[in-house]
């Protein structure tokens, strides 16, 4: 696969980050955005001024967008927390992998010692996997923290990853 990974311009870029999105979002499945709160909502959800995104593509054609940003502020700044989606058509190609590892060096490159995931629907289990296999562990569970539309209340998890 010939995935570039390129950061994001706020206006210049928020249609190809919410085409993206939109099928997650639109889902209510593993994203705690407002499922009927658009293009705003989305992107407001997904990238928030503390949030770097970036863009995987291949020929020119996004196929997923990740985000980093501090998981606090202060004392808590050197934990980071990332965010990851991969277009439906690209699913299963390896994107999801990609972004991660990307994610993973910016995050080293950018002196943040350990990465978390505050809030991974249990139902996600191929995200789950994806990021266990890259050393994460599920280090606390949310007993029924999340609405999924089909599943009914379900469990979210923590997860960690020390960068050092």
Same mark, same amino acid.
């Given at each position: ?13 928020? !249609? ?7 099928? /997650?979002?639109?889902s209510g499945? @593993?994203?705690?955005?407002?499922? /009927?709160?658009?293009? /705003?909502?989305?992107? !407001?959800y997904?990238?928030?001024? @503390?949030?770097q ?8 054609v996004?196929?997923?967008c ?8 202060g004392?808590g !700044? ?14 299963g190609?390896g994107?999801?992998? !990609? ?8 995050a ?7 990465m978390q995931?505050?809030?991974?629907v249990e @139902?996600? @289990? ?7 296999r890259?050393?994460f562990?599920i280090?606390?569970?949310l ?22």
């Amino acid at each position: 696969m010939g995935l570039q990974m390129r950061r994001a311009q706020r206006g210049a870029d928020d !249609a190809a980050v919410w085409e993206i999105l939109r099928p /997650a979002v639109e889902s209510g499945e @593993t994203f705690c955005a407002d499922p /009927a709160g658009g293009q /705003a909502g989305g992107l !407001a959800y997904f990238w928030p001024e @503390t949030s770097q995104v970036w863009i995987a593509e291949e020929g020119g054609v996004p196929l997923g967008c990740c985000y980093l940003r501090p998981n606090q502020t202060g004392g808590g !700044a050197h934990v980071c927390n990332a965010g990851y989606c991969t277009a439906p058509a690209a699913l299963g190609r390896g994107v999801a992998r !990609a972004m991660l590892a990307f994610s993973l060096d910016e995050a080293r490159r950018q002196g943040y010692r350990a990465m978390q995931y505050n809030f991974v629907v249990e @139902t996600n @289990t191929r995200a789950i996997a994806t990021w266990q296999r890259a050393g994460f562990a599920i280090v606390g569970r949310l007993p029924a923290a999340f609405r999924h539309p089909r599943a009914g209340y379900v469990d979210a998890l923590v997860m960690y990853k020390s960068l050092v």
